[in-house]
């Protein structure tokens, strides 16, 4: 009877174990790559430059580039071996470029025949995947990306007869139990391979004897039905080699992402062996947290190989050598508040099953060296800040969004400043109010109100409001004081909040919270008088959103993180294909934004020129919330939009401006970006003014104490200053005071 | 006369010292090695070195010097390659190549209007017509990329039947065309 069981339950148990080990489907994070960087003759990018993006993705420099993944340099050259590639849209196989470099950048890319090449891609960054709440993540791989020194170790060190024993090793397991006995607890495993892949696949990891003998029953129903190779690859990628947070890592595909940043096929000998030794155990020889033992028992390995004539024992003794050369931190969830813009973007079309299970690989903007730029500066910037404001409770915090404003693209995102932290995302749910940064929008609204221009004089004067609950709104300066008449351009640069709350009661609350919504504000804000000076909560991305519409030109393009999702297969299964959408006349966004270079010239922003490159046009906006709460900075360049805020979590006042503050911050990352110059083409309607700051009168240059450039409808010039216009129409040049006073000096030395 | 000879002798002078202009949006020649930048403008007359000033010259009948936008080496490498991906109906292929030109030169007018061409092939007029319209506005001073600009949002109006903008944006498009 007790047979008949043992018989039925054997029957059941190998059924199982082939049904479900037919159907296998190893669950598949998805992958999550940056953008890839295009390489072309022109692209300014040093040689040194070049080579930390070759590090990055860790290609090694060598004598001869004639392995995938490794580089030469010779002279100005660099020939590279790359890597096969996937991209969204195409594939791309093994190949040698030769790139040509120079002081100005890359000069030139030929293929290894001579052919020039016009534009060629480095292959994206792995920057982490999405997996599931249990937290297995791996990255499968085939066979022929398995180096074959690895099984050859695996066998040597785990299971030395598994290409002869059915599914367990019974000599090795009495060895094991023998020991065990005499040392009264367990020390040895004993088990085959085939059992840790049961063990790992099927069961639990208590050990007890019930369920050791269900484990050497399936691994012989296992061995009995499938080949020694496919139970090799199985292993390979199903055993679990460590754990990062809620994250384990499974598989020798992911394991070697994971502690070397590189594809399994790439491993030399010592880093095989590193990765053999951790299968024993992989929190005890964890080699980031127990470097001593990982190397200790990896040497043991390679000893092991050497005995076993599987390696040579000069090289195994060569291996021995060498530093265990793990990255410093782990390959994936690099970039916590990244992933999770990319993880809120994918869930509104997809499953969670999907997500973490379907092998989708998710093709991200992310600019890996925007990114370290963003975290660098904010990081560095709040640890000065920090020693600023000694008597803070706690820790200042921070936050940063980039763009490219033209393609949409969010480049890098920030959401604190310990980066690596995968917890409370500022950037995407820190809604604080956006203060100052209210400002271009209510001026933009003058300005399509064809009422106002820059040059327009307005009344900054003491105000006075009786609101709907009887109580009296008295609006102040931030110096406290009223400025009387100024010109819009120096209200806006010198965010005067009288002036611009006068502005904004004329235009109406409704119409300057369309302006907002218009440009992306997803809740229209509540319609009080404060609403003029920033009582409008938004988070950094959605500030993002905004000031993009004023960085493109008065075209809204929705921010995106994802550019395309392929299945597992390779299908294109969704793009976010680049929109546009005209939200605003180029025309008042051009006025606009020639405003917003005056306040980096001449208003709130101007320190951050201390930082940037002299001869770089940037335009920008500071903003700070009540009783300096929020310090804000949002500001852009012809190339990228930078926004910052800096504040408390319990949203303690910080003493700080937006000035004192995010400005700092958002001027390190910009000039860290390799920015361009703001310089859209005036259209054709507007005209090129200078007037004086302080009067907004027409003034030429040179006759009065302080000349700015702004730009107005040709049709409305501003009135001149007496004795001091010039005898013309609206200047037409579009030449601003300083160069104006160089042209001066060039005249001058011509005619002595 | 909208120019006064004092502006006149003001660029004449600049063009002369050949320094590096670096804030006049109009007319502003872009960074040497910058990829498919637009061809310099052609300086006025010049003078030989250590001559006296030129005299004011009469103020020419643009108001802006005229630019030719052309597309870089990278650039026009992955135009013939969407072209090739649009004719074989790969419109959605061809997109994302132009998306590539376009993060290498986010601010050519010519290639808006490639995506613009794409999106209207997809059958997506206003998306064509918003691309032209973005390439109309950064083509200011390019006759020539404004024309197929004005071509480009024609053809996206008559695809949504909105035939009599589509005509007034034909003739905007026959009268910014050099020719």
Same mark, same amino acid.
């Given at each position: ?752 | ?23 006049? +949006? =109009?007319?502003?020649? &872009? %960074? $040497? ?5 637009? *061809?310099?403008?052609? !300086?006025?007359?010049?003078? @030989? ?9 009469? +103020? =020419?009948?643009?108001? &802006? %010097? $005229? ?5 870089? *080496?990278?650039?026009? !490498?992955?135009?013939?390659? @969407? ?97």
């Amino acid at each position: 009877m007790l047979a008949l069981g043992a018989i039925g339950y054997a029957f059941y148990l190998d059924h199982l174990v082939v049904t479900q080990f037919e159907g296998r489907r190893w669950t598949l994070p998805a992958q999550v790559y940056a953008a890839p960087l295009e390489l072309y003759a022109g692209l300014d990018l040093t040689p040194a430059a070049l080579e930390r993006e070759l590090e990055r993705l860790r290609y090694r420099r060598a004598e001869r580039a004639d392995r995938p993944g490794t580089y030469r340099v010779s002279g100005g050259a660099l020939e590279v071996a790359l890597r096969p590639a996937r991209f969204a849209d195409e594939t791309r196989p093994a190949q040698t470029l030769q790139i040509a470099t120079g002081a100005q950048g890359i000069e030139g890319l030929h293929d290894p025949s001579g052919k020039e090449v016009a534009v060629l891609r480095l292959e994206p960054l792995l920057i982490g995947s999405i997996f599931p709440i249990h937290g297995e993540d791996r990255i499968v791989v085939s066979p022929e990306e398995v180096p074959p020194l690895l099984p050859q170790a695996l066998k040597a060190v785990e299971d030395r007869k598994f290409d002869t024993h059915h599914g367990v090793d019974p000599i090795a397991m009495l060895r094991a139990a023998w020991v065990n006995v005499r040392a009264g607890q367990i020390e040895q495993g004993g088990s085959t391979l085939t059992q840790q892949l049961v063990r790992s696949y099927f069961l639990s990891s208590r050990q007890t004897f019930s369920r050791k003998i269900r484990e050497a029953i399936m691994a012989m129903a296992l061995d009995a039905h499938f080949t020694k190779a496919d139970l090799m690859n199985a292993y390979i990628n199903e055993i679990f080699l460590g754990q990062d947070g809620d994250r384990a890592i499974h598989g020798f595909g992911l394991a070697s992402q994971f502690y070397f940043g590189k594809p399994l096929a790439e491993l030399d000998l010592s880093e095989v062996a590193l990765l053999v030794a951790i299968v024993r155990g992989p929190s005890y020889y964890d080699p980031r947290r127990h470097p001593e033992r990982a190397r200790a028992r990896r040497d043991l390995v390679l000893k092991e190989l050497a005995q076993q004539g599987i390696v040579k024992a000069d090289e195994a003794g060569a291996a021995a050598k060498k530093p265990l050369a793990v990255s410093a931190r782990p390959a994936g969830a690099y970039y916590p508040a990244y992933l999770d813009f990319v993880r809120r973007t994918l869930r509104r079309d997809y499953h969670e099953q999907d997500l973490t299970e379907a092998g989708l690989r998710v093709y991200t903007s992310l600019e890996p060296r925007a990114q370290d730029e963003a975290e660098r500066a904010l990081e560095g910037e709040l640890a000065r800040l920090d020693k600023v404001h000694k008597k803070a409770p706690s820790p200042l915090e921070g936050a940063v969004v980039v763009t490219t404003p033209q393609s949409g693209d969010v480049i890098a995102i920030v959401g604190g400043r310990d980066v690596g932290y995968d917890g409370f995302d500022r950037a995407l749910d820190a809604h604080r109010p956006m203060g100052s940064l209210v400002k271009p929008f209510i001026y933009l609204t003058a300005l399509e109100s064809g009422r106002y221009n820059a040059a327009t004089v307005v009344q900054d004067e003491p105000i006075d409001l009786k609101l709907a609950n009887g109580t009296h709104w008295r609006p102040e300066n931030f110096t406290r004081q009223t400025y009387g008449a100024v010109p819009v351009v120096r209200a806006l640069a010198e965010s005067l909040n009288l002036a611009t709350v006068g502005v904004g009661l004329d235009l109406g609350l409704p119409k300057v919270a369309a302006t907002l919504t218009r440009f992306g504000l997803t809740q229209a804000p509540v319609e009080v008088p404060a609403m003029l000076l920033g009582a409008v909560d938004v988070t950094p991305l959605e500030a993002a959103q905004l000031f993009n519409g004023l960085a493109n030109g008065g075209f809204k393009n929705p921010l995106r993180a994802v550019r395309a999702v392929i299945s597992a297969d390779g299908k294109a299964i969704k793009a976010f294909p680049l929109t546009v959408t005209p939200i605003a006349t180029p025309e008042d966004v051009y006025q606009l934004d020639r405003m917003l270079i005056q306040v980096m010239d001449h208003g709130t922003g101007r320190s951050a020129h201390a930082l940037l490159p002299a001869d770089l046009v940037v335009a920008g906006k500071s903003g700070t919330s009540s009783d300096y709460r929020d310090s804000w900075f949002a500001g852009f360049s012809g190339s990228h939009l930078v926004v910052v805020w800096v504040g408390y979590d319990d949203d303690s006042p910080t003493g700080f401006t937006g000035s004192a503050g995010a400005l700092p911050v958002w001027a390190h990352i910009m000039a860290h970006l390799a920015p361009r110059s703001f310089e859209q083409a005036m259209p054709e309607s507007l005209a090129e003014v200078h007037i004086e700051y302080p009067t907004g009168l027409r003034a030429a240059p040179g006759c009065a104490q302080d000349i700015v450039a702004v730009a107005v409808p040709a049709a409305s010039p501003p009135p001149a200053k007496p004795g001091c216009a010039l005898p013309d129409a609206p200047a037409q040049s579009a030449e601003q005071p300083n160069l104006l006073e160089r042209a001066k000096q060039a005249l001058q030395s011509l005619v002595h | 006369m909208r120019v006064a000879p004092a502006a006149v002798l003001l660029t004449t002078v600049l063009a002369l010292s050949a320094c590096a202009l670096t804030r006049s +949006p =109009p007319t502003f020649p &872009a %960074p $040497p090695g910058t990829p498919g930048a637009p *061809a310099p403008a052609p !300086a006025p007359a010049p003078a @030989a070195p250590g001559t006296a000033v030129p005299p004011p010259q009469p +103020p =020419p009948p643009e108001r &802006a %010097p $005229p630019k030719q936008f052309r597309l870089g *080496a990278a650039s026009s !490498a992955l135009v013939s390659q @969407a072209h090739a991906q649009g004719a074989s109906g790969d419109y959605g292929q061809a997109a994302a190549t132009l998306e590539r030109a376009l993060r290498i030169e986010p601010d050519n007018p010519l290639l808006w209007s490639e995506l613009g061409r794409v999106q209207l092939s997809e059958n997506n007029p206003a998306q064509a017509d918003a691309m032209g319209r973005k390439a109309l506005a950064l083509g200011t001073g390019d006759a020539s990329a404004q024309a197929s600009a004005w071509h480009l949002i024609a053809d996206a109006l008559k695809a949504q039947g909105k035939n009599a903008e589509a005509a007034d944006a034909e003739r905007r498009a026959s009268a910014a065309s050099p020719h």
